[in-house]
């Protein structure tokens, strides 16, 4: 069975995390920050990070569905151990922004 809309699973720790960015954790994270959470959510220019506070709180918002005793440093273990942690998360809660051509199978990069 596929993930549903907006959740992902990583391992860290040795452990196994399913995080999810529903709509519930956006409005929370919107409120909190404002706009400035659309610059994560939107590529960032080349040479310049993301804003990282809002990409922390992103992480531990998600978390907290399914694993509300996690704190703060289990954000920094899931994604020194996943690479690409933060893209996917993105992609599975925005599948529109997949490429349109599904015969090539790619994702525009989320971040």
């Given at each position: 069975m596929a993930n549903p809309t907006g959740e992902v699973k990583l391992k860290a720790?040795?452990?196994?995390?399913?995080?999810?960015?529903?709509?519930s954790v956006l409005?929370?994270?919107?409120?909190?920050?404002?706009?400035?959470?659309d610059e994560v959510l939107s590529p960032a220019p080349t040479g310049k990070?993301?804003?990282?506070?809002?990409?922390?709180?992103?992480?531990?918002?998600?978390?907290?569905?399914?694993?509300?005793e996690a704190d703060r440093w289990v954000v920094d273990?899931?994604?020194?151990?996943?690479?690409?942690?933060?893209a996917d998360l993105l992609s599975s809660a925005f599948?529109?922004?997949?490429?349109?051509d599904e015969g090539e199978?790619?994702?525009?990069?989320a971040a």
């Open positions: 720790r040795g452990l196994d995390y399913r995080l999810h960015l529903g709509m409005a929370d994270l919107q409120e909190q920050f404002g706009d400035k959470i990070l993301p804003n990282l506070k809002v990409m922390h709180a992103i992480f531990l918002a998600a978390l907290q569905r399914y694993h509300p273990d899931i994604i020194s151990e996943n690479q690409n942690a933060f599948p529109a922004m997949e490429d349109a199978g790619k994702k525009k990069a």
